[in-house]
């Protein structure tokens, strides 16, 4: 037995109890993971809220760390007692859970499980945003939205690093000050940054925005591009955005639209290993900077929930064990 998290229906963050329930058994290709920190991400505020579907009983969670305690049939190469993580488990929100040992990763020394757990997310979606949804050259100017959130601080980072502009918004004085530490030439205000960004690109406008915030941004990002711009919605912090007509791309200058996803971007062993393997690099070498914000104990995810919901938290929230 173990114990998890498990929302018996849809509902606001009060629907998640802790409970005792049957420890999970890896099957073929899997491993058996003991929880050490548990990565808290909008996605499980959506399933768990019902916009996203999912049968219930349910129990959140994709992304954590921990040590392997059984590995399933034919996987070879992993030792029990390993500390790994992933983006790509099942059910993590409790003290056991399975993962395929494809999508399971060994964390190098000198990396915490709670750095482990904080990391896979929020790190790899920063690395596909930076160098594959979207290709801002060194000289290029971007916007960034959340500035201050998990993926913005570290989306911030990696595009300054390769010599791109960042631009930011932000919603206090708190968040402006970290995302201008993480690297931002200016963090704006949520407050017509549409204009703002096209007076500090000389009325030009920037060369991609990163639009985790959805609905409430959306129509300003796309008048924040140059012509032939790239807005990258990668979220809908605010709501989803609603159906538009696409001949507003044409009017604003040939501008495109992408909806990506994380797991379009780990399509392959090598792909997935070479995300990750940057990522390790640049937070062992010092050029990455993870920021863990606020933590919780596992019986408190439903206050982790209140907390990213209320959209209070800077940088990543995490479940300890």
């Known amino acids: 037995m173990m ?7 849809a509902g606001g963050p009060e629907v998640l109890t802790i409970q005792e329930t049957a420890s999970p058994a890896p099957g073929p290709g899997e491993l058996l993971i003991a929880t050490a920190a548990v990565g808290v991400n909008f996605i499980e505020t959506y399933q768990r809220s019902g916009l996203y579907r999912v049968p219930f009983p349910f129990t959140p969670g994709a992304e954590a760390s921990g040590t392997v305690l059984a590995v399933g049939e034919g996987v070879t190469g992993v030792e029990v007692g390993t500390l790994v993580t992933t983006a790509e488990g099942r059910a993590s929100y409790a003290e056991q859970f399975v993962v395929p040992a494809a999508a399971a990763v060994a964390v190098p020394a000198g990396i915490t499980a709670e750095v482990a757990a904080a990391l896979p997310l929020q790190g790899l979606t920063a690395h596909y945003l930076a160098t594959s949804a979207a290709r801002p050259e060194a000289g290029d100017t971007v916007l960034v939205h959340a500035g201050a959130g998990g993926v913005g601080l570290l989306l911030t980072q990696l595009l300054t690093a390769r010599g791109v502009r960042v631009l930011t918004t932000v919603s206090t004085p708190e968040k402006r000050e970290l995302s201008l530490a993480a690297g931002a030439a200016e963090a ?4 017509g940054f549409a204009e703002r960004a096209r007076e500090l690109t000389d009325g030009a406008g920037v060369d991609v925005v990163y639009d985790g915030v959805g609905t409430d941004t959306f129509d300003d990002s796309l008048r924040a ?18 159906p538009f007509d696409l001949q507003r791309l044409n009017a604003g200058g040939s501008l495109s639209v992408t909806r990506p996803s994380l797991g379009h971007f780990l399509r392959t062993p090598e792909e997935r290993a070479w995300r990750y393997g940057e990522l390790f690099a640049a937070i062992d070498e010092g050029a990455l900077d993870l920021r863990i914000g606020a933590r919780f104990p596992l019986a408190e995810a439903a206050d982790a929930h209140r907390a990213l919901e209320g959209r209070g938290t800077t940088g990543k929230v995490i479940l300890t064990l």
Not at 3 to 9: F, G, L, P, V
Not at 233 to 240: C, E, I, K, T
């Open 225 to 242: 591009l140059r012509v032939r711009g790239a807005l990258v919605l990668f979220g809908g912090a605010s709501g989803p955005v609603p």
């Open 188 to 191: 704006l205000d949520y407050a």
């Open 3 to 9: 114990r998890a998290i498990i929302a018996n229906e």
